[in-house]
């Protein structure tokens, strides 16, 4: 079991806006602003979408964003474009021994 | 352009030791900004960090493996290595080496990864 929970899949249209929610405790996403969020396609190594809840690394399209409320961080995709279609994952410093947990991934499919 | 390339075998017998390097190209290993790490990913499973190491040779690992795990490094080499001992069919997985932010807390985000190496744990 993952120590982030997130939902198994989701789905949308091209051109409509989905989010992903990631849940934490207060040792993790809750108390510390770093969570980060990664695509993966098929075969390749991840990709940091967004770092620090919500700022998007050089390169990285602005349709891609991030919030949090409380022990939950969302990833909201807007204008879906195929390329989109993806397994993505959120991750957080915690303040235990783990010290980075990850979310056990959530499959978008674009319709 | 930063590269990260992981060598190693990729079958390992149950009870060995498994050893990966990751090469580092296009950047210093000794970057004070970042901490140099291991990620793996079982087939068709999520992600989870196994640990990491800083220039200087501090380092972090995840709880559950930390009696099995070494990571070190080479900063003549610009390569750091995991060992991971008494290994198990649960350790097949693909490992990926990875370039992570330095903060006072310790290592966080990724923002650099190598392709990855399978791992089958088989006899």
């Known amino acids: 079991q993952s120590a982030l929970t997130q939902p198994a899949s989701v789905s949308g249209s091209p051109g409509q806006s989905i989010t992903i929610s990631c849940t934490g405790t207060?040792?993790?996403?809750?108390?510390?602003?770093?969570v980060s969020w990664y695509q993966q396609h098929p075969g390749k190594a991840p990709k940091l979408m967004i770092y620090?809840?919500?700022n998007r690394p050089s390169g990285v399209s602005n349709r891609f964003s991030g919030s949090k409320s409380g022990n939950t961080a969302s990833l909201t995709i807007s204008g879906l474009q195929a390329e989109d279609e993806a397994h993505y994952y959120c991750?957080?410093?915690?303040?235990?021994?783990?010290?980075?947990?990850f979310g056990g991934g959530t499959k978008l499919t674009v319709l | 352009q930063l590269q990260l390339q992981e060598s190693g075998p990729g079958l390992v017998k149950p009870s060995e030791t498994l050893s990966l390097t990751c090469t580092v190209s296009g950047g210093s290993i000794t970057n004070t900004n970042y901490y140099w790490g291991w990620i793996r990913q079982p087939p068709g499973k999520g992600l989870e960090w196994i640990g990491s190491?800083?220039?200087?040779?501090?380092?972090y690992y995840t709880p559950s493996l930390k009696s099995q795990i070494t990571i070190s490094v080479d900063t003549s080499k610009n390569h750091f290595s995991l060992k991971l001992s008494s290994v198990t069919a649960a350790d097949t997985a693909i490992y990926y080496c990875?370039?992570?932010?330095?903060?006072?807390?310790?290592?966080?985000?990724?923002?650099?990864w190598g392709q990855g190496t399978l791992v089958t744990v088989f006899s």
């Open positions: 190491i800083y220039y200087s040779a501090n380092t």
């Open positions: 990875a370039r992570q932010r330095f903060t006072i807390f310790g290592p966080d985000l990724t923002d650099s």
């Open positions: 207060s040792s993790d996403v809750g108390t510390y602003n770093l």
């Open positions: 620090d809840v919500s």
């Open positions: 991750s957080s410093y915690t303040g235990s021994s783990t010290l980075l947990v």
